[in-house]
């Protein structure tokens, strides 16, 4: 199978009935990129930056993630490149960054709610985003957002650090900004969101344990983390909708995109962009091509209108398997 998948390197990720939906890559080094191209990525969807901050003894500085970015930019050599603002917090800690103790660290201290708050910080990583920018088609991605107060803050100090690159007559691109949907409350406006953002990526890693108030590593409430629970499709659709009403690109990069069980469902509500472990990709290429586009949508307006995991489960199974 594998053999097979390979020939699909260079082609076209689209259904049977010829519509295109775009295959990418996350990724959390710069080294993974020989994995993104020899699997055939159409981009990078979601760039993990943690790493720069987990693999240091001290904040990173401007230069060396400058460095970091570029090389990713200039790597997929014009291809999209999304990179996430730091996502530190919840189970991620850093040994120079003295966190509070806190009884619930995933509703807690973490990603644009420290970058928001250490703004010295952030604008350092959004000095280095911006003057990489410069060297190709790199999108900023916002992680948590939970109130577009949060976005527009960040939107207005990204233009502050724009405005101050130009004044220096640093070179510059303008990039896109845009949004994780992982917290409930950003998906369900998502309709508001979707006026003010350039695109949207739905982590559905987060937006699930949220959603189901469950911990998927906790062994006790695992089976509650769903992804097929009608109540999860439905709320992905609602963003993938909004987002369409407005224009914008409906994008995905939790585990999810690259679920063999929903990749149907999810080419049935008309997902633009899939983001996933560039070991996902080829297979899904290839899935693609066994699906027809209004089947699936036939197949998703059923399976928001199931009552649980297990029904959607087996519409899968009778509309393609
Ligand atoms: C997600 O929450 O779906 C996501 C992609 O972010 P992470 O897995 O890095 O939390
Ligand atoms: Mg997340």
Redesign the pocket.
């Known amino acids: 199978q594998r053999i097979e998948w390979q020939k699909l390197q260079d082609k076209p990720s689209v259904t049977k009935d010829g519509v295109h939906h775009v295959l990418a890559a996350n990724i959390g080094t710069p080294e993974d990129l020989t994995a993104v191209k020899t699997n055939g990525a159409e981009g990078v969807g ?1 760039f ?1 930056s943690e790493f720069l901050y987990m693999n240091a003894n001290n904040w990173p500085t401007e230069d060396d993630q400058f460095e970091a970015y570029r090389t990713v930019v200039q790597g997929m050599a014009g291809k999209p490149v999304v990179v996430r603002t730091m ?1 530190i917090g919840g189970d991620k800690g850093l040994p120079y960054l003295d966190m509070p103790k806190e009884m619930n660290p995933f509703m807690g201290y973490r990603a644009i709610r420290i970058s928001l708050s250490k703004t010295a910080i952030f604008r350092t990583q959004l000095r280095a985003l911006l003057r990489a920018s410069a060297y190709g088609d790199l999108g900023i991605m916002f ?1 948590m957002i939970a109130t577009l107060d949060e976005f527009r803050s960040a939107k207005r100090i990204t233009k502050e650090e724009h405005q101050k690159l130009l004044d220096d007559d640093v070179p510059v691109g303008d990039p896109q900004l845009g949004i ?1 949907v ?1 917290v409930p409350a950003a998906a369900i406006l998502a309709d508001q969101f979707a006026k003010e953002v350039d695109f949207m990526s739905i ?5 699930i344990g949220y959603s189901m108030a469950a911990d998927r590593t906790n062994e006790r409430v695992s089976y509650l983390y769903q992804p097929y629970n009608p109540a999860i499709l439905r709320l992905i659709k609602h963003v993938i909708d909004a987002c369409h009403q407005e224009g914008k690109i409906a994008a995905m ?3 999810m995109a690259g679920d063999q069980l929903a990749v149907p469902i999810l080419v049935g509500m008309g997902l633009d962009e899939f983001s996933m472990s560039a070991t996902s990709i080829l297979k899904t290429r290839a899935l693609f091509r066994r699906l027809d586009s209004a089947k699936m949508a036939v197949l998703a307006d059923k399976a928001i209108h199931a009552g649980t995991n297990e029904e959607v489960i087996k519409l899968v199974d009778e509309f393609v398997f």
Do not use: A, I, K
Request: a negative charge; hydrophobic letters at 20%.
């Open positions: 979601l993990r996502d992680p994780m992982e982590g559905t890693n987060d937006l990069c939790g585990e």
